[in-house]
């Protein structure tokens, strides 16, 4: 078992986000964002994506409101927010990155509008817009795979540089996100890192980007080969990409981003009722432990989410001491009205996932 004094430096990670968690904003998303700790709410920028299906019915007249009231009660600081996959139900005739903004104002002071290095020429104008009135910059997002990145990066850099001109944005005003999507393996880590790197070093003006963050993911896309109360260890790859980048020594070293928990390439949910089985992915070093129950046949029902709590905390890579959610691990019985659902189980995951990933980069500049 580990221990934590619950204070850490940050290494000469400098001013800012050292952290940028991907998140489909669900609402366990939204009530992780709250559950991390105060050091690290104070050292992480999510990137949040707005879906249709996330619960808050967004296809209803408020229903986008209601998110932002959420969103605004969670996390009352800098937060970038993705609309691409708002659908017409939800945005009406607008863009999605123009209807964030519009449904927005009061509520998100802080928020950063994404915009996606294809999008289109509405999308562009309403970008354009939104620098002319708010100050809070924007965010530039480049989907780009690993083995893309090896033939592409002219053209990405020459795409980059037409989109910021068009919608009139000084490289001082952008978060540039440089997003790897799904990292499979060890080799495809390394590959990864050592083209990024030079795809960082050709990019003009590099130092004066508000900031140039990396994200990838390497979580399965679900937990079929994973057994139940089989204690089951899943590699972060991720994790190796950065490790391989700062042996590349790029000019500029960006801010760690990952999906946390979750698959980087999302699919669609499922149909009908399906409730996924008692479980928990927690965040080690190298590893996600994931322990998960049955879904029939147990009378305890999601109440075996204590005993999985239980096994977890008796785990040498256990992070005792860590933040709320390790205290809610270690003792579900006194910090937890029940075992709850999915939407629990997600929200200490990932709470957990990020208070590990910004105490880790404070510690030792890996995640």
Known sequence: MRHFDGHSSTGGAGEGAVYVPVLQAHAGELAALKRMSAGTRARTCPLLEIVPDSGFRLHQPGGLRDWFEVLAANWPQRVMVDGHHLRPPETRGRTGLGTIVEEARGLAGQMVP???????????????????????????????????????????????????????????????????????????????????????????????????????????????????????????????????????????????????????????????????????????????????????????????????????????DFSDGLGPADRCIAEPERHLAGPGGGKLWKELGIAHHADFVVDSIGRSGLP
Not at 129 to 147: D, F, K, S
Not at 211 to 221: D, E
Request: glycine residues 6%.
């Open 114 to 316: 994404v915009i996606r290095l294809d999008a289109d020429e509405p999308t562009r104008a309403d970008a354009r817009a939104a620098l002319r009135t708010n100050e809070n910059g924007i965010a530039v997002r480049i989907r780009v795979g690993p083995r893309e990145l090896v033939t592409a990066g002219e053209e990405l850099i020459l795409r980059l540089r037409a989109l910021l001109g068009q919608i009139r944005a000084t490289v001082a005003s952008v978060d540039l996100v440089i997003d790897l999507e799904l990292v499979e393996d060890d080799a495809v880590a390394r590959l990864a890192a050592r083209h990024l790197s030079r795809f960082i070093d050709r990019l003009p003006a590099v130092q004066s980007y508000r900031s140039v963050i990396v994200t990838s993911g390497t979580f399965p896309p679900h937990l079929g080969k994973v057994r139940s109360w089989t204690l089951t260890p899943i590699i972060r790859y991720d994790v190796a990409v950065w490790e391989f980048l700062k042996a590349e020594q790029p000019q500029r070293m960006p801010v760690y981003g990952d999906y946390a928990i979750s698959h980087p390439v999302r699919y669609a949910p499922s149909s009908g009722n399906w409730r996924p089985a008692p479980q928990l992915r927690y965040t080690t070093p190298m590893n996600w432990l994931v322990l998960r129950g049955t879904q029939r046949g147990d009378p305890r029902r999601h109440g075996q989410f204590f005993e999985i709590c239980r096994q977890i905390s008796q785990h040498p």
